[in-house]
């Protein structure tokens, strides 16, 4: 059998930096955590705020999904999912000075947030995560 045109041989992808690899996980873990906090705040709603709790437990559900689907994509090198990631690094930053009274828990939030948003905006990451229209980005 004749071998394919080379045009007909699909790009090979290049290998994820360690830097994207990091932060995907990150973000990953924080949508995990979201969907954590959703499933708390549903076991823990009153009858005085039933609406407010549902509401709650399903924007944080959401939102957990949809980030963590936006880590998976990182990780297969999707670019459209870095935009969700930065926003949700940005909203963890304001969290983060907002609860600065708290160390405990603001400084951990601020320390992730920069190491995601520094593994997203690396150039090895933003040459793998670069659009490629024509196909023709592959590791030779």
């Known amino acids: 059998m004749a071998a394919p045109y080379p045009s007909q041989v699909p790009p090979t992808p290049l290998p994820n930096p360690p830097q994207l690899v990091v932060a995907a996980s990150l973000a990953g873990l924080q949508g ?27 924007f944080f559900a959401a939102y957990g999904v949809a980030l963590t689907g936006c880590a998976w994509a990182l990780t297969r090198q999707h670019s459209w999912a870095r935009g969700p990631v930065l926003l949700t690094q940005l909203i963890q930053l304001g969290l983060a000075w907002n609860l600065r009274d708290y160390p405990g828990v603001a400084l951990p939030m601020a320390v992730v947030a920069v190491v995601v948003v520094a593994g997203i905006i690396h150039p090895a990451t933003m040459a793998v995560l670069a659009d490629d229209p024509t196909g023709s980005r592959r590791e030779d």
């Open 32 to 58: 995990l955590l979201l969907v954590m906090l959703a499933v708390l705040e549903m076991a823990h709603v009153s009858s005085e705020r039933v609406s407010v709790g549902v509401t709650t437990s399903v």
